[in-house]
């Protein structure tokens, strides 16, 4: 099996910066694309960034400019550096994958779809 875990999460002061990091354990073979998300309290879950397997990204507009997505596939890692923070990205962010493939407990290589991280709290104080 695979957990994806978060971590990074603090309170910042609006202005500063904060990296979140992603990580999936297991014994993983690949990953496909990835991406960050966030929660508000009394708000749906919201589209951050993601990143393909190959690099490529893409941004909500809230966010474009001000945070990087990127990823390193040989440590099964994914990162948000977030800049210029505001108090309205205060929310818990979650890391998630589209597909893994991974080594089940039987042995065997399993597609895993629609892996969720248990999130990381950002609160940025004005």
């Known amino acids: 099996q695979v957990q994806l875990v978060e971590s990074g999460g603090e309170l910042v002061q609006a202005g500063g910066s904060l990296r979140l990091s992603c990580a999936a354990f297991?014994?993983?073979?690949?990953?496909?694309?990835m991406g960050w998300y966030r929660q508000a309290p009394g708000k749906q879950r919201e589209l951050v960034a993601t990143?393909?397997?190959?690099?490529?990204?893409n941004y909500a507009d809230s966010v474009k400019g001000r945070f990087t997505i990127s990823r390193d596939n040989a440590k099964n890692s994914m990162y948000l550096q977030m800049n210029s923070l505001k108090p309205e990205d205060t929310a818990v962010y979650y890391c998630?994958?589209?597909?893994?493939?991974?080594?089940?407990?039987?042995?065997?290589?399993?597609?895993?779809?629609?892996?969720w991280g248990q999130g990381t709290q950002v609160t940025v104080s004005s």
């Open positions: 998630n994958a589209d597909e893994i493939v991974a080594l089940s407990t039987a042995g065997a290589p399993q597609l895993i779809h629609g892996s």
């Open positions: 297991g014994t993983v073979f690949s990953i496909n694309d």
């Open positions: 990143i393909t397997g190959g690099g490529n990204t």
